[in-house]
T-cell receptor, first 111, second 116 residues
Framework: GEDVEQSLFLSVREGDSSVINCTYT??????LYWYKQEPGAGLQLLTY?????DMKQDQRLTVLLNKKDKHLSLRIADTQTGDSAIYFC???????????FGSGTRLLVRP | NAGVMQNPRHLVRRRGQEARLRCSPM?????VYWYRQLPEEGLKFMVY????????ESGMPKERFSAEFPKEGPSILRIQQVVRGDSAAYFC??????????????FGQGTRLTVV
């Protein structure tokens, strides 16, 4: 079935690292995505990883993919107050145009 | 190149009224997708359109909801006889090619519909 799960809430101190976790169900997904949604705004694609990769690094962002466990994580190094937002992971089963989103993890960065 | 433009940003309707949500895709994009986000939930796919064609409306309720993407003008998501359960944020995304094949979809800022 199609179900992407995330923890609902994460609170970290400014300067610490944040790790947001996600589990997905469909092993046919070609790409796995992380989106950021700031209050009252649309979704911004942060990064994505191709399913045959284990890791992808992009400046402060590191994505880890464990295909065996269908587990995806997003690590934000040196978290800033501007990183406070809701983070959604998403998959696209069978390389479909349909994105299946998790419920989002609300990240709160404390000064 | 302006991003995906949705209007209105906020829409309040009384039960039984009609809601019309507009989406202008990015320039050069002929693929449009509508998603709905209920409170405290992720986005759920509703419909995929190309110019003048509905490709996949499997995520759209069979009654009261319709979508179009005419040759000229924005894509419209229309909800007739709204009910309280229709209150949600409706997001539109567009892409130059079909997404899922190394093609990113760009999202608008959404229309937040409140039914009172």
């Amino acid at each position: 079935g199609e179900d992407v799960e995330q923890s609902l809430f994460l609170s970290v101190r400014e300067g610490d690292s944040s790790v947001i976790n996600c589990t997905y169900t469909d092993s046919s997904s070609t790409y796995l995505y992380w989106y950021k949604q700031e209050p009252g705004a649309g979704l911004q694609l942060l990064t994505y990883i191709f399913s045959n990769m284990d890791m992808k690094q992009d400046q402060r962002l590191t994505v880890l993919l464990n295909k065996k466990d269908k587990h995806l994580s997003l690590r934000i190094a040196d978290t800033q107050t501007g990183d406070s937002a809701i983070y959604f992971c998403a998959e696209n089963p069978d390389s479909s145009y349909k994105l299946i989103f998790g419920s989002g993890t609300r990240l709160l960065v404390r000064p | 190149n302006a991003g995906v433009m949705q209007n209105p940003r906020h829409l309040v309707r009384r039960r039984g009224q009609e809601a019309r949500l507009r989406c202008s895709p990015m320039k050069g994009h002929s693929h449009v997708y509508w998603y709905r986000q209920l409170p405290e939930e992720g986005l759920k796919f509703m419909v995929y359109l190309q110019k003048e064609n509905i490709i996949d409306e499997s995520g759209m309720p069979k009654e009261r909801f319709s979508a179009e993407f005419p040759k000229e003008g924005p894509s419209i998501l229309r909800i007739q006889q709204v009910v309280r359960g229709d209150s949600a944020a409706y997001f539109c995304a567009s892409s130059p090619l079909r997404t899922g094949q190394n093609t990113e979809a760009f999202f608008g800022q959404g229309t937040r519909l409140t039914v009172v």
